[in-house]
């Protein structure tokens, strides 16, 4: 059974937003920071934005100002708010522990393509 679901992916133009979801295990939810990751084609993995248990959130410095990172501890999700998308957001979106020593399998991810 998978310990984080991502959903929420699409196809969106330049200018648009989207809300990505990522479902956690209780576990997860309630002891580690969480973080949303994008792999482009042909590029490698590379972390977007984190959130710690208590709320306190990290950005990469190519989408602060238009992504937010929250949590919602009822529905042990982790949301990413991307407004002012922009073609190089394209990817293929996943979330996972933040500490790589804890982080579980890699899921199928959601893939979010920019394009008018």
């Known amino acids: 059974q998978a310990q984080l679901v991502e959903s929420g992916g699409g196809l969106v133009q330049p200018g648009g937003s989207l809300r990505l979801s990522c479902a956690a295990s209780?576990?997860?939810?309630?002891?580690?920071?969480i973080a949303w990751y994008r792999q482009a084609p042909g590029k490698q993995r590379e972390l977007v934005a984190t959130?710690?248990?208590?709320?306190?959130?990290n950005y990469t410095d190519s989408v602060k100002g238009r992504f937010t990172i929250s949590r919602d501890t009822a529905k042990m999700t982790v949301y990413l708010r991307m407004d002012s998308l922009k073609p190089e957001d394209t990817a293929v979106y996943y979330c996972?522990?933040?500490?790589?020593?804890?982080?579980?399998?890699w899921g199928q991810g959601t893939q979010v393509t920019v394009s008018s």
């Open positions: 996972n522990v933040l500490d790589w020593r804890r982080q579980e399998p």
């Open positions: 959130v710690t248990r208590r709320g306190s959130a």
């Open positions: 209780a576990t997860i939810f309630s002891n580690y920071a």
